[in-house]
C-alpha cells in the first residue's frame, strides 16, 4: 500500500471537514453537524472516506489546500452573517413533565444547547420527531406519549397562510403574536384536505410564534408547517425560508436574503465541483478498468436494486445476499481483466490494496445508500433486551446526561469503549443508527484491503492476494455473518483496530526508520482492547508480527523466535505494557467507581456462560469454529452449505496456523508462526466462557486470519519447490 500521506495532506483533509462541520442555516445541502440528511449523509459518510482512501496526494497540491482555505473561510463568514434558521423545539415524556417544563434532552441538545431540537423543515414520519429516548426508556411504542412545545419567528411570503398539518395529534394549539401585538391562532390540522373548509386569513409578513402538541398513540405523526397562498395552493416552508429562531432572520429583506441563499448554493456547487475534480484525479490515477467496472455495475446495480431487492428479500429478509453475488461476479471479471491485460499500469495497480474500493465499493455503497436512504435521520425502535439496545443506552448515559465516565455503571457492564463509540456516531449523524451500520460496511471493505497489505507483507504472491480478499468479501456479504451487518455491535469495530494493530506492526518491522507505524500500532491496540476485552490476547500475539519471518524445522524456527524477541525486547515490553496499562485503567476505574477488582461484569451476569467440564472448554472452541453448530437442522440447504464451507476454513486455517507451530517440515518450514500465535490468542478466552447469543458474531475476528493462513499456506505449497531451496 502506498502511503502519500503528509502534513499537507492533513492540514487539507481538516479545512474539507471543517466545511463540513460548520452550520448553515439556511438548510442547504451541506449545513453542518448533524450529518443527517441523505445528502450530507453519503457525501461524508461515503464519498468524503472514498476518495481520501483512494488517493490524499491530491490533497497535497499548493491550489487544493489554498481552494479548500477559501471555501472554509467563505462558509465561516456564511455562518456569522445568517441569523439562526428554523423553530426551538423541546419535547416531553409526559404531560407532567410538560406541565412543569421538564423537557428531554437529545443528541441535537449538545450541538443547540436549551433545547431539544431545532424544526428547520417538517417532520413528516414518527421516527423523525427527536425521541430516540424513547429505546432508553423502553416505552410502548403503541402507548407513546410525546409533548412539543416550540417558540419561533415566521417570514411570511405576500399574500400567504401558515398552517399545521400534524397528524396523530391529540390536542394542542399553536398562537401566532403579531408586531402590532394581536394575536391569531393557526389552524391544526390532520391531513392537508382537511384544509378545504377552514377558511384562507393572510398573515402578517413578520410574526412570533409559539405551539405546543401532543402525540399519542399507534400510527403515523406529523408535525408540518405549511404556506397556504390564496389561490389555494401549498408549499413546503423550507423553500421559502419562513421558519427562523430569531426576529433578525425574520426581518430580513427580500434582497438579503436572496443573497444569502444565492451565497448558500454557490458554496455548495464550489464542494460539488471540488469532489468532481477529486474524482478526476482519482480516475486518472488509478486502474481505470477496475474503477470503470466498479462504477459500471454500481450504477447497474441502483437501475434494477428496485426491481430485484423485493425477490431477494423473500428468501433474505436483509436483501444483503444480492451484494455478495455482485462481488463475486465483478470479482471474477476484474482478476480476468488484469490477467489477461498486457499493460503495464493495470498490471503495477492491481498490487495495491486499494483494489476493493475501486472494484467493490462503488456497487456495496450503491446498495447501501438505496436501501438505507429513507431511514437517514429517522430513530429506529429496537426490541427490549437485546445488546445493540444496551449501547443505545449506555450512549445516551454519556453523551447526552453527560455521564462522562459512565457513573450509572459503576462496574462496566458488556465492553466499556464502544458505547462512546455509538455515541460519537450518534453526535456526528444524528438520532438514526445507520451511521453504525455504515461503520460495518467500511470495516469490511477496510479488512479486504489489509488482507491485500498482510499478503503482501507475508511475501504472498498477488494472485492470493487479490483472491484471498475478494473470497472474504464474498463470504461476508452472503452468509451468516451478513445478519451482524446492521445489528449495532461492537464486533467489527473491534476487528477494524485489531486489523490496523496487525498492519501497523509488519509496516513498522519492514521499516524501522518510521515510528509513526509503532505509535498507531500502540495506539490501535489500546483502542482494540478497550473495544472487546476478550480480545486481549489476540492483541498482545500480534506482537509476534515484530518478530518477523523465522524459518526452519520446529526446534530452529522456536530458537529465531526467542532470539529475534531478545533482539526485540524494548519494543514488545512497550506494546505488551501498553495493552496492559489499558487494562490496568480499566481495573482501576472499576475499582474506584464500583469498589470491584474485575474489568467486565458481562459474562459473568448469567451462569449458563461458564463451562462447567472439560468438554465445556472445549465446546466454546467449537462454536466459534463452526458458527451455529445448534440450528443446523433448520438450515436450508443453501444455507446449510455456505454454514459449513465457512465452518471449513475456520477450522482448515487455524488446524494448519498449529501445524505451523508444531510439525514444521518440507514447506511448513517457511509457514509464518505468528498466525499459529494470533489465531490461538483469537480463541482461548472461549475455552473459559462461552459464546452464546448473535452468532456467529465471536468467529468475525478469527475469519480473516483463518483465510490468511490458507492462502499463504496454499501459496507455500504451491511455491514447494521454491521454498525448498531457500531452507536448504
Not at 498490471?347 to 476493493?356: A, L, Q, V
Request: hydrophobic share 50%.
Amino acid at each position: 500500500m502506498r502511503h502519500s500521506f503528509s502534513i499537507w495532506s492533513l492540514i487539507s483533509g481538516l479545512l474539507l471537514i471543517g466545511f463540513f462541520l460548520i452550520p448553515n442555516s439556511l438548510e442547504r445541502s451541506f449545513d453542518g453537524l448533524p450529518w443527517s440528511a441523505p445528502v450530507e449523509f453519503l457525501a461524508v459518510g461515503i464519498i468524503l472516506p472514498w476518495l481520501f482512501l483512494l488517493n490524499t496526494r491530491w490533497l497535497r497540491q499548493a491550489p487544493v489546500g489554498l481552494s479548500l482555505l477559501v471555501l472554509f473561510v467563505l462558509k465561516i463568514a456564511l455562518s456569522w452573517m445568517t441569523p439562526s434558521a428554523g423553530w426551538d423545539i423541546w419535547v416531553y415524556t409526559s404531560q407532567s413533565n410538560m406541565a412543569v417544563d421538564r423537557w428531554q434532552r437529545t443528541y441535537s441538545t449538545l450541538l443547540t444547547p436549551g433545547v431539544s431540537a431545532h424544526l428547520e423543515k417538517g417532520w413528516s414520519d414518527q421516527r423523525e420527531f427527536p425521541i430516540e429516548w424513547v429505546n432508553d426508556k423502553k416505552s410502548d411504542k403503541e402507548k407513546l406519549w410525546v409533548g412539543v412545545r416550540w417558540e419561533g419567528y415566521l417570514r411570511l411570503p405576500a399574500d400567504s397562510q401558515l398552517v399545521i398539518v400534524a397528524e396523530g395529534i391529540t390536542h394542542g394549539d399553536v398562537t401566532i403574536k403579531n408586531d402590532d401585538g394581536s394575536a391569531l391562532e393557526l389552524p391544526i390540522v390532520q391531513k392537508v384536505e382537511d384544509l378545504e373548509g377552514v377558511p384562507f386569513i393572510a398573515g402578517e409578513r413578520t410574526a412570533q410564534i409559539a405551539g405546543q402538541l401532543c402525540f399519542s398513540g399507534a400510527g403515523n405523526w406529523s408535525l408540518v408547517p405549511l404556506i397556504r397562498r390564496g389561490n389555494g395552493s401549498y408549499a413546503e416552508t423550507d423553500d421559502a425560508q419562513v421558519l427562523w429562531g430569531t426576529h433578525a432572520g425574520a426581518e430580513l429583506s427580500a434582497a438579503e436574503l436572496k443573497t444569502l441563499v444565492l451565497f448558500s448554493y454557490a458554496l455548495d456547487w464550489a464542494m460539488i465541483v471540488f469532489l468532481v475534480c477529486w474524482f478526476v484525479n482519482v480516475f486518472i490515477h488509478s486502474q481505470r478498468a477496475s474503477l470503470l467496472l466498479g462504477l459500471t455495475v454500481g450504477g447497474l446495480s441502483l437501475m434494477i436494486q428496485p426491481v430485484v431487492l423485493p425477490l431477494i428479500t423473500q428468501f433474505d429478509g436483509t436483501g444483503i445476499t444480492l451484494v455478495g453475488f455482485w462481488i463475486l461476479l465483478i470479482g471474477l471479471l476484474s482478476l480476468l481483466t488484469i490477467r489477461r491485460s498486457q499493460d503495464t499500469h493495470t498490471i503495477e495497480m492491481s498490487r495495491t490494496s486499494k483494489w476493493p474500493l475501486w472494484v467493490f465499493a462503488p456497487m456495496v455503497f450503491a446498495h447501501f445508500m438505496v436501501k438505507w436512504w429513507d431511514e437517514v435521520g429517522r430513530m429506529q425502535f429496537m426490541s427490549s433486551g437485546d445488546d445493540w439496545l444496551t449501547y443505545q443506552v449506555f450512549a445516551r448515559q454519556i453523551f447526552v446526561e453527560g455521564d462522562w465516565l459512565h457513573r450509572a455503571r459503576p462496574v462496566f457492564l458488556y465492553q466499556p469503549l464502544y458505547r462512546y463509540i455509538v455515541g460519537a456516531m450518534h453526535v456526528l449523524f444524528g438520532q438514526s443508527s445507520i451511521s453504525l451500520y455504515l461503520l460495518n460496511v467500511w470495516t469490511i471493505l477496510a479488512i479486504a484491503m489489509i488482507i491485500i497489505g498482510l499478503v503482501k507483507a507475508f511475501q504472498g504472491s498477488r494472485w492470493i492476494a487479490l483472491a484471498v480478499s475478494w473470497s472474504y468479501l464474498v463470504i461476508m456479504f452472503s452468509s451468516s455473518y451478513r445478519h451482524q451487518i446492521e445489528h449495532g455491535l461492537q464486533e467489527f469495530a473491534a476487528l477494524l483496530f485489531l486489523m490496523l494493530t496487525a498492519y501497523m506492526l509488519v509496516m513498522y518491522r519492514n521499516n524501522r526508520t518510521n515510528c509513526a507505524y509503532m505509535i498507531l500500532a500502540f495506539v490501535f491496540a489500546l483502542i482494540a482492547t478497550w473495544v472487546r476485552l476478550d480480545h486481549v490476547v489476540m492483541v498482545m500475539a500480534l506482537g509476534t508480527l515484530l518478530l518477523g519471518p523465522l524459518q526452519g524445522r520446529t526446534k530452529n524456527a522456536w530458537r529465531l523466535l526467542f532470539q529475534s524477541a531478545w533482539r526485540n525486547r524494548k519494543t514488545l515490553l512497550t506494546y505488551l505494557s501498553i495493552i496492559a496499562a489499558g487494562l490496568l485503567l480499566v481495573v482501576l476505574r472499576n475499582y474506584f467507581l464500583g469498589g470491584e477488582v474485575i474489568l467486565t461484569r458481562s459474562q459473568l451476569i448469567h451462569a449458563d456462560y461458564v463451562p462447567k467440564s472439560l468438554l465445556g472448554h472445549l465446546k466454546g472452541v467449537v462454536i466459534v469454529l463452526t458458527g451455529k453448530p445448534s440450528s443446523w437442522q433448520s438450515y436450508s440447504l443453501l444455507r446449510l452449505s455456505g454454514t459449513l464451507l465457512v465452518a471449513i476454513i475456520l477450522w482448515s486455517g487455524t488446524i494448519l496456523s498449529v501445524l505451523g507451530l508444531v510439525v514444521r517440515r518440507g514447506w511448513l518450514q517457511t509457514y509464518h508462526l505468528s498466525l499459529g500465535f494470533i489465531l490461538i490468542g483469537g480463541i482461548i478466552p472461549y475455552t473459559f466462557v462461552l459464546p452464546m447469543a448473535y452468532l456467529p458474531r465471536y468467529s468475525i475476528h478469527i475469519l480473516p486470519w483463518a483465510m490468511l493462513s490458507l492462502a499463504l499456506g496454499f501459496d507455500l505449497w504451491r511455491r514447494r519447490a521454491e521454498v525448498a531451496q531457500l531452507v536448504v
